[in-house]
């Protein structure tokens, strides 16, 4: 996809799954945002069935299929894949690249690069395991959670939102 899943299109796939459980964003969201809180097994799962529903409409072919990407394909996709080793495992390549963002090397971004947690979401804090975390100093966006897909700079192969407005998964 270019852009990430819509929460229109996971409550879509949610309504032809009666046994799977989401636990919504606890902010408000609008159709075209980000489907947020979405296990890892529930994004392949996501995956299978939109492979299911093109194929079957023609949209993609017998042998053509949805998945996740990889760890180093994420990393190409996002400009960042030849600076790293395509062997290493996430975890032995975690913050190995430094000052190397998907917008470049300037910290903070600059504007309009994405939706980050930026200084607009002074009053309204992101908890993550159970602490606040605090804002992006020296960003602001217009977004105090996440945006609309697709509203960011697009990258130099067609895709958006590669670095903010939610973390995505990988198949490994």
């Known amino acids: 996809c270019i852009w990430e899943?819509?929460?229109?299109?996971?409550?879509?796939f949610l309504e032809d799954n009666d046994d799977i459980d989401w636990l919504a964003?606890?902010?408000?969201?609008?159709?075209?945002?980000?489907?947020v809180r979405v296990p890892w097994t529930s994004a392949v799962e996501f995956c299978e069935w939109l492979t299911k529903i093109d194929r079957r409409s023609g949209k993609i072919?017998?042998?053509?299929?949805y998945r996740l990407p990889t760890d180093?394909?994420?990393?190409c996709a996002v400009g960042i894949g030849p600076s790293e080793d395509p062997e290493a495992r996430p975890d032995e390549k975690h913050e190995q690249l430094?000052?190397?963002?998907?917008w470049g090397s300037?910290?903070?971004?600059?504007?309009?690069t994405g939706n980050f947690y930026g200084e607009e979401t002074i009053s309204n804090p992101l908890i993550e395991n159970d602490k606040p975390r605090g804002?992006?100093?020296?960003y602001k966006d217009d977004h105090?959670?996440?945006?609309?897909?697709?509203?960011?700079?697009?990258?130099?192969?067609?895709?958006?939102?590669?670095s903010g407005n939610a973390g995505e998964w990988c198949e490994d």
Not at 98 to 102: A, E, R, S
Not at 144 to 162: E, I, K
């Open 135 to 138: 804002p992006m100093k020296g």
């Open 144 to 162: 105090d959670r996440t945006a609309p897909v697709g509203g960011s700079s697009v990258n130099q192969f067609g895709l958006h939102d590669m």
């Open 72 to 75: 180093h394909e994420w990393s």
């Open 5 to 12: 899943t819509r929460v229109s299109d996971f409550k879509a």
């Open 25 to 35: 964003a606890e902010f408000p969201q609008q159709k075209d945002h980000p489907a």
């Open 61 to 65: 072919g017998r042998s053509e299929s």
């Open 106 to 112: 300037q910290w903070p971004p600059p504007s309009g």
């Open 98 to 102: 430094v000052n190397v963002y998907p």
